[in-house]
């Protein structure tokens, strides 16, 4: 009688196969490699900016820029740091109803602005490979303490990095490790909340 095993594999599309596979490639490569041979595709050259300087100059993030300047968040993100900034993209902020957004930006809402802002601010320089390391020894997660004080977390969907905040509402990091003379800028698709609004 022929005794027949059968294992189910996890599919090469499921985070948990992603992340292990990163965690695999990762362990190897510090067996072997220093980080610091890695080609400089990998690891951008740092930009001479702040954060601050670089959010102003973007295209990108007119809605971003204004909401700094009104919770008077400009002092912060020009310092030294360093810090780690998820920037929602206007796009991420035309999710939000012109009401909601009014709202938001009223004077007497400036600490609820500041408070979303700082949401978006973790301390420190946490790069996407930082990210997936914190993932690979959280089995497949991550939680992050913001400047706010409260965490959110990342985890794989597919090969996209994805930050969960305190609500269960999700965004995608969709362009990664914009480096800054002051931290890192992770541009995202969806504004995160640490409250409801």
């Known amino acids: 009688m022929q005794l027949t095993i059968r294992t189910k ?23 072997t490699k220093s980080l610091t041979v890695l080609t400089p595709s990998v690891y951008p050259v740092v930009n001479e900016k702040t954060i601050m300087e670089t959010t102003g100059d973007s295209e990108n993030h007119k809605i971003l820029l204004a909401a700094v300047k009104a919770a008077d968040l400009e002092k912060v993100l020009g310092q030294s740091g360093p810090f780690t900034f998820f920037a929602p993209s206007d796009n991420a902020f035309s999710k939000f109803s ?13 600490k609820v602005l500041k408070d979303l802002l700082t949401y978006h601010i973790v301390a420190g320089n946490l790069s996407a490979s930082k990210m997936l390391r914190a993932m690979c020894s959280g089995r497949g997660s991550a939680s992050f303490t913001t400047v706010q ?9 597919g090969t996209d990095i994805i930050l969960t905040d305190s609500l269960g509402n999700t965004a995608k990091i969709t362009v990664a490790d914009a480096g800054q003379s ?16």
């Open 9 to 31: 594999m996890k599919s090469p599309q499921s985070p948990l196969y992603i992340i292990g596979f990163l965690c695999f490639t990762l362990s190897l490569f510090s067996q």
């Open 98 to 110: 012109s009401e909601e957004l009014k709202h938001l930006f009223n004077e007497d809402n400036k």
């Open 149 to 157: 004080g409260a965490k959110i977390t990342a985890t794989m969907k």
């Open 182 to 197: 002051n931290g890192v800028i992770h541009e995202i698709d969806t504004v995160i909340l640490p409250t409801e609004l």
